[in-house]
């Protein structure tokens, strides 16, 4: 890879080879977050579809019918890309598009446009709860060797529920029961609880990007504030990476960035 085209320090990719994740400060300028706030809010308040409702995922806390109340809150404002221009010029521009490649090792990479992919919302009163898992659960590729790239369009705390994760999981290889169907991690179990143990919460501001490992155990607890937290998440994978024939994944080709 040449050196001076980097985005991203030694030390940076170091730290994301061993923790499966890395935040980079203000990667993003505020115009731009402005602009992407907006536009998002923009369709939320339009309902603009493809939208998926907090009813459509049932995590915990979420409404139990789309009658019920809360029923019409959404989760995630799908297909960003073909949404609005300014999604994809931050995911398919510098400093995102160099930031991957360097974190692929300058590899070929494209832009999954099967899951992610979308502006991930959660909204005070009728937000839910993610539990433990890995993102390989939404993809069906050769090697669960992909990178999402998570833009905070507002402040993320513990409050608003910001992701937590566990330094290191993309290393662990699991015995498939200790998960349950919808391939969350068990709780239950105590091999679980001393990794659970581990977790540590990533708290963001606007404008900050977090890049995160497909293999990267994460949850997230509820917003328990009174305003909407919004942020755009993009996936990747390097081209040689495959989507098995037939699945999701190979349905919604990546685009080559
Ligand atoms: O914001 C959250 O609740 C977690 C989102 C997440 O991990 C996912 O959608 O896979």
Redesign the pocket.
Known sequence: MNEALRQLSELDMAGFRRDGYLVIPGMIDQATITSLRQTAETHLAAKLAPIEYEVDVQYPGAPLSADAEGGQTPRRLLHALTRDAVFGEVATRDPIRQAVVDLFSGTDVELSQCHHNCV?T?HPGYSSA?LW?Q?NRYWSFDQQNLISVWVALGDETLSN?C?RVIPGSHQLDLEPGRFDAALFLRTDLAENKSLLAQARPVPLNAGDVLFFHSRLF?A?GRNLTAKTKLSVVFTYHETTNRPIENTRSARFPGIRI
Do not use: S
């Open positions: 991930m959660k993610t898992h993102d529920g992701l994460h997230a």
